[in-house]
């Protein structure tokens, strides 16, 4: 069946440092990818997404590219803040008609100043 | 468009009362989804329907829960009667499928005494 795997956490960084969280899939056919970051008390919101091999998917400052030849969608960004502090989720959908999302454990990530 | 509301924010109750969640999706949206997040198991799916119609309920953890959708534009969960493992923050998600992702709630807070 799909899986997602995640680094283990928690991540914790000071400020303007570079992130990386690492995420590996496994999955039949041709699955989208996804990013969910969750603050605190909140609900998870979509951060960003790709559809197919060697897309970009970006948003606010943060990008991740779908590697197929590596099964990886790895998040990354260049300079994080203390507002980045949240929990990230690396998804996939297989499609072929299922709405399904399969989540990734989450990686929990603090910002220090 | 509001998202996805959930209603109560918080709830407390005592161990064997009835509990019910509610969920309004995004107009639309056709496929809705429970999912419960606790520090130990993390993010659980419980059921997702698909048009109103229950696709997938292999996550509903004993019989004691339910969930029901009587239209496209309301959704809810029970618990009867509730137990204190059954603490947790439980999220509702919508999508319009086609790898567009989910759209999640705030999330109902969930303390059973």
């Known amino acids: 069946g799909d899986s997602v795997t995640q680094m283990e956490g928690p991540v914790t960084l000071s400020e303007e440092a570079c992130l990386t969280i690492?995420?590996?899939?496994?999955?039949?056919?041709?699955?989208?990818l996804f990013w969910y970051v969750q603050y605190p008390g909140e609900g998870l919101q979509l951060l960003l997404k790709?559809?197919?091999?060697?897309d970009k998917g970006s948003n606010k400052g943060f990008e991740a590219t779908y590697r197929k030849e590596t099964t990886s969608f790895h998040l990354e960004k260049g300079s994080v803040q203390v507002s980045d502090s949240a929990v990230y989720f690396c998804?996939?959908?297989?499609?072929?008609?299922?709405?399904?999302?399969?989540f990734g454990k989450g990686t929990k990530l603090s910002v220090i100043p | 468009d509001a998202g996805v509301i959930q209603s109560p924010r918080h709830e407390v109750t005592e161990m064997g009362q009835e509990v019910t969640l509610r969920c309004k999706p995004i107009?639309?949206?056709?496929?809705l989804f429970w999912y419960r997040q606790t520090m130990m198991r993390g993010l659980e799916l419980l059921i997702y329907?698909?048009?109103?119609?229950?696709?997938?309920d292999s996550g509903m953890p004993e019989d004691r829960f339910s969930a029901k959708m009587p239209n496209a534009s309301f959704s809810t969960l029970k618990i009867q009667p509730s137990e204190p493992r059954d603490s947790a923050v439980y999220f509702c998600?919508?999508?319009?499928?086609?790898?567009?992702?989910?759209?999640f709630g705030s999330g109902t807070r969930l303390t059973v005494v």
């Open positions: 790709a559809t197919k091999a060697d």
């Open positions: 690492n995420c590996t899939y496994t999955a039949t056919g041709y699955p989208s």
């Open positions: 107009s639309g949206h056709n496929s």
């Open positions: 998804a996939l959908s297989s499609g072929a008609g299922s709405y399904q999302l399969t």
């Open positions: 329907f698909n048009n109103n119609v229950p696709i997938d």
């Open positions: 998600a919508s999508s319009s499928g086609a790898g567009g992702g989910y759209t």
